[in-house]
Each structure stands twice: as C-alpha cells, then as structure tokens.
C-alpha cells in the first residue's frame, strides 16, 4: 500500500472556492444580462469640452448619465446634433441601454451610469442645464 499524499489545502477549502468562484461567475452573467436591456430614455443631452452629459426628466442637479453615443450612426445624438447645427444642449427621447455605476479615472471624476443609444425617437434644441 502507498502512503497518502500529503496535501496542504483541505477538501472543505477546495469546497468553499469553487463554490465562491461558481457565485461569482453566476452573480456577473446575470448583471451582464440586467444590463443589456434598453429603456426609453427622456431629457436633457448636454455638451461640453470634455464629455456629453444626459440629464433624466431634465432634473439637472438630480443624476448625470455620461453619453457613449451609438454602434449604429444612424442612432448617434452626436450626428443628430450636427445636423440640426450643432446646439449647446438637446431635448431628447430615445431608447438606450444604460451600465451599471461606475467611475472615470481618465478625468479623476465619476458619473452615475453610461448611456447608449440604440433608437432616437425624437430629438430637438433646447437650453441646457450650464449655460
């Protein structure tokens, strides 16, 4: 008969990692998917030098969504602003998907959400929130 390996890490610990590592993998696929969704979106989209912000409802000190604008051009508020010459700021209703809370190292500042649109419904010029 050989004599039994030694092992330094136990079966319960082995256990309990897998099952950790399992919960998590599950935790990020269902957040990946809450994430995916799109919503009807309407306020207030604002540019400035350094970023395009959206303002929910036009509540400009409430929440700040950052805009990523669109995979498809034909979506893309920033095009839609240049067509319509280039405003300060627009009213707008579309149909977005929005992340999950995050923060901007790049700028040293945060923001509460990312928004991407995926269909304009209607977009128009409007006073913005800093003027």
């Keep these: 008969m050989l004599p039994k390996k030694w092992d330094p890490i136990s079966r319960g610990a082995k256990l309990g990692v897998a099952s950790l590592v399992s919960a998590v993998l599950l935790l990020g696929f269902i957040n990946r998917t809450k994430d995916s969704h799109t919503e009807v979106f309407e306020g207030i989209m604002e540019w400035d030098s350094m970023r395009t912000n959206f303002y ?22 920033n095009l839609r602003r240049q067509q319509t010459g280039n405003p300060h700021a627009l009213w707008v209703k579309l149909r977005g998907r929005v992340s999950v809370v995050g923060s901007d190292s790049r700028l040293g500042g945060s923001y509460k959400r990312e928004l991407q649109s995926t269909e304009i419904i209607d977009a128009k010029p409007t006073q913005g929130c800093t003027q």
């Excluded at 929910?56 to 893309?76: E, H, I, M, W």
Aim: charged share 20%; with cysteine.
């Design 56 to 77: 929910p409802n036009g509540k400009c000190f409430v929440t700040r969504y950052d805009y990523l604008g669109s995979q498809n051009a034909s979506t893309d508020l």
